[in-house]
């Protein structure tokens, strides 16, 4: 925890502090984050997603936590996983336990019928998560399934997503060490956009040309820009660093 808080805070104060999200945090490490966050003394709250790893029986108490705190901690976003069945009984209560004024982010778990845990997501307001990577090949989806996910956001009004997980590199690559095949956050920008405008989506996800990614995301007109981003909302990433140097050689900062 000191650790990642003091690469945090020295990223907020550096050159590229605009890239800069939310710190996240699971439920279960708040005792140890304000606790850190005592020592350090910041000048302004932390702007924190919630990760709830504790049950959704314990977003109350945790978000309570949160709100005892808020010269230290500034609740921005919740996120947390769906049931395998997830139902508006479920949805309901996470808009009950969750303030108005933080986001609210829910994971499907993918399998059989998920796009349709997506699509109930969607339209009880809260923002889908889609986790792109993991500790094993399992955790990764398809192309296909990426696009699918994309094609349910996309035909969907005022609807925003987060990405999360093995996505510290703009573009697609295959990691030497175990021969899986990541995807790159540059890529799904510009899926995004595709599939937003009609164009192949499939073609962009899997694509390793990381010079075309960035010239064709760098002519998005400013509409289609905040079209795509309002869409593609967030996305986490493990490092600042590794991002923040692939955006740098592409030319992209």
């Given amino acids: 925890m000191p650790e990642a808080l003091r690469a945090h805070f020295e990223a ?13 945090c699971q439920a279960s490490r708040l005792p140890e984050l304000i606790t850190e966050l005592i020592k350090v003394k910041p000048k302004q709250p932390l702007p924190l997603s919630l990760i709830i790893d504790t049950g959704l029986g314990g977003v109350p108490k945790a978000i309570s936590i949160v709100e005892s705190r808020s010269e230290l901690l500034s609740l921005r976003m919740v996120e947390m996983p769906a049931p395998s069945d997830v139902d508006e009984v479920w949805l309901e209560r996470v808009s009950e336990f969750v303030p108005e004024d933080v986001i609210r982010v829910v994971e499907p778990r993918r399998g059989v019928g998920w796009l349709d845990g997506v699509r109930k997501v969607i339209e009880h307001g809260s923002w889908p998560k889609i986790r792109c990577g993991g500790v094993s090949s399992e955790n990764f989806p398809s192309v296909d399934e990426v696009a699918d996910f994309l094609a349910v956001l996309s035909g969907a009004t005022g609807a925003s997503f987060k990405a999360t997980n093995s996505l510290h590199r703009a573009v697609r690559h295959e990691d030497p060490a175990t021969g899986i095949a990541h995807h790159g956050f540059l890529n799904l920008l510009v899926a995004v956009g595709r599939s937003l405008s009609g164009g192949d989506v499939r073609d962009a996800l899997s694509s390793t040309d990381g010079q075309q990614l960035a010239d064709e995301a760098r002519g998005l007109s400013e509409q289609a820009a905040k079209a795509v981003r309002a869409l593609f909302a967030s996305y986490a990433s493990a490092t600042f660093a590794e991002p923040t140097a692939d955006l740098e050689a592409l030319g992209l900062l």
């Fill in 12 to 24: 907020r104060a550096g050159d590229r502090a605009g890239l800069l999200g939310v710190f996240l």
